[in-house]
């Protein structure tokens, strides 16, 4: 399998519920090492240019109130497999489909306030990673994890 980067963003709801650290913390616990995090609060051009794909949607305009309502927690995650595992971990867009176990299904409030975004390809993946983190900006480890 091959080592991939993905980009994980902690939405507004996420940091509000006080649960960043419970995320990160299934993403380390499931072989996703973060290699940047930065918490900031976006503004209306940079949610915009970032959800550009879904200009057209009737649900755009409130994505983009709500993605910039509050701070958000940006972070590069690599493992193996790092997309696909971290849509996974994620579970699915709208809380009430997703598995159990899932951060979607443990914590987001509805379809908007999900919580969490992940990639969905490897090639948006390389895209949405270099759209808010230049290279120097990731940084590269080994784990030495506790048993
Ligand atoms: N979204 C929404 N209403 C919808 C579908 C999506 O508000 O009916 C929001 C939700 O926050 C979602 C984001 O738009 O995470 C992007 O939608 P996408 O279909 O790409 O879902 P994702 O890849 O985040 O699971």
Redesign the pocket.
Known sequence: MAIERTLSII?PDGVEKGIIGKIIGRFEEKGLKPVAIRLTQLSKAEAEGF?A??KA???FA??VK??TSGPVVLMVLEGENAVARN?EI?G???PKKADAGTIRKDFATD????TV??S?SVENAKIEVSYFFPEVQVHAYEWKKLA
Do not use: C, Q, S, W
């Not at 379809?111 to 999900?114: L, Q, V």
């Open positions: 939405k959800y794909v879904h949607r009737p649900f409130d994505l709500f993605m849509r994620m699915a867009t709208d379809i908007e306030k999900n975004h992940g969905d």
